[in-house]
């Protein structure tokens, strides 16, 4: 189904440079967002200091697959106005929205966890927007259009505590926006299966349009095994005028654990697909049939790996 790269992992601790004093010698890299820009495949990183400290970091190649790093750490600014401590920022997902790029994110903080929204032309510079959520929340993703004219996003409240594990949980909710900043929750879209491969779940990349609906990449964890979690990834397509429409959700995972770099590490037991890839698009803005897909995601919080199919295969594995 989904088919990994030869060269996995592609990105390791040790493809971060040093970036004095925060980045040193770091820990691991993993749950990169991934967009195509002018030509060039440019990765959102999440890595991770030996202090446990999360900083998102940009990486950028000409073919997908070998990605060069940059020399600092992604600047979000405005993001200092925020009064309260911000722990960590992590899990990015790219939106080309409206002639911007947008990153959502989640940020730690004492509360919990909230969604933070930043924008950017060309991937110099970055400016935040503000904390776009209420309660404790992760995983959101923007859709890269206004459906019914409005803002849409997936997002995935926090009302489960893992064993052993973060908050987590198992619906994945829509949330609208007038103005990208104000979002109010609409409809429970899907909720975890219990039992199986995902019991819990949160949205992984962006959702893409196909002439069949959106699709859509998400998360699950199986969390009836003794001592480990088992974070795989599955697929699920959406109606285009009301996404919160189920029309097809895979029985089976496209990837699971199975690689070495997938099955041990900082998390044992981990694929968290968080960036998606489409090579080509129809003139009204749909992805191919055809189109290679490519998918990035964290293995074992340790690494970034990326695996491949296409958008048939995919709505074909949505149907099963
Ligand atoms: C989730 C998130 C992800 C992480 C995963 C596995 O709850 O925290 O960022 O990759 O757990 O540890």
């Not at 409809?187 to 893409?208: C, L, Q």
Request: with cysteine; hydrophobic share 35%; charged share 25%.
């Amino acid at each position: 189904m989904l088919k990994r790269n030869t060269k996995n992992p592609i990105l390791t601790r040790m493809d971060i440079p040093d970036v004095y004093p925060n980045v040193v010698d770091v820990s691991s890299v993993f749950n990169p967002g991934a967009i195509k820009y002018n030509g060039k495949y440019i990765l959102l990183l999440r890595v991770q200091n030996r202090g446990r400290e999360t900083f998102i970091m940009q990486a950028e190649s000409d073919n997908g697959i070998d990605f060069k790093v940059e020399n600092k750490i992604v600047e979000f600014k405005g993001i200092e106005k925020i009064k309260e401590k911000i722990y960590h920022i992590y899990d990015a997902r790219i939106t080309m929205l409206e002639d911007n790029y947008y990153v959502m994110f989640a940020m730690d903080m004492d509360a919990g966890c909230s969604l933070g929204l930043a924008k950017t032309k060309s991937f110099n510079e970055y400016e935040f927007l503000g904390i776009v959520s209420d309660g404790d929340i992760r995983n959101g993703v923007l859709f890269p259009e206004k459906i019914n004219g409005k803002y849409v996003r997936f997002d995935r409240p926090n009302k489960v505590q893992l064993e052993g594990g973060p908050s987590s949980g198992n619906t994945i909710c829509m949330s609208e926006s007038d103005d990208l900043m104000k979002w109010k929750t609409v409809k429970a879209v899907m909720s975890g299966r219990f039992h199986y491969w995902d019991e819990n779940i949160g949205s992984g990349p962006t959702p893409v349009k196909t002439r069949e609906g959106w699709l859509h990449i998400y998360h699950g964890v199986a969390t009836h095994f003794a001592s480990s979690n088992i974070y795989q990834a599955g697929v699920s397509l959406h109606d285009l005028n009301d996404p919160s429409i189920i029309i097809g959700r895979g029985k089976y995972n496209i990837l699971e654990p199975r690689e070495i770099y997938e099955l041990t590490g900082q998390v044992q037991n981990v694929v968290f697909p968080s960036g998606m890839i489409v090579e080509e698009f129809d003139e009204e803005g749909f992805a191919k049939p055809e189109s290679k897909v490519l998918v990035y995601y964290g293995a074992a919080d340790t690494v970034v790996g990326l695996a491949t199919s296409t958008i048939k295969e995919l709505i074909e594995a949505a149907k099963l």
